[in-house]
């Protein structure tokens, strides 16, 4: 099972700390990512991070957002930094389908979703 939370209402230019709580499997053997899904797009990958903590950013996130994972605490997080109104969205955390040392890059390749946390940057 997974959980986010953290989201809310920020200003432009403002951060935000998302978590993603799992529970009920081996969390440190599993690739994990964040996607977004704003009103009327599909859902996109944000960015991922492996069992062993490599990252993989989508281009535009890169330099603004940071995934990182506790493996001891079974959380991982989304720091947000200088968030734009078209940041806006649900943001989902996923874990990958398959034990594996490799960065998860394609929403085929997990297998478990959160609920979404909504997260909205406006003034």
């Known amino acids: 099972q997974l959980v986010e939370t953290g989201g809310g209402l920020v200003q432009p230019g403002g951060s935000l700390k998302l978590s993603c709580a799992a529970s009920?499997?081996?969390?440190?053997?599993?690739?994990m990512g964040w996607f977004r899904q704003a009103l009327g797009k599909e859902r996109e990958m944000v960015a991922a991070?492996?069992?062993?903590?490599?990252?993989f950013y989508k281009d535009s996130m890169r330099g603004r957002f940071i995934i990182s994972r506790d493996n001891w605490k079974n959380i991982m997080y989304l720091q947000m930094n200088a968030l734009k109104p078209e940041d806006s969205a649900v943001y989902y955390c996923?874990?990958?389908?398959?034990?594996?040392?490799?960065?998860?890059?394609?929403?085929?390749?997990?297998?478990?979703w959160g609920q979404g946390t909504q997260v909205d940057v406006s003034s």
């Open positions: 009920g499997g081996t969390f440190s053997d599993y690739g």
């Open positions: 996923a874990a990958a389908r398959r034990r594996s040392g490799l960065i998860p890059r394609d929403e085929t390749d997990f297998g478990s």
């Open positions: 991070i492996s069992r062993d903590k490599n990252t």
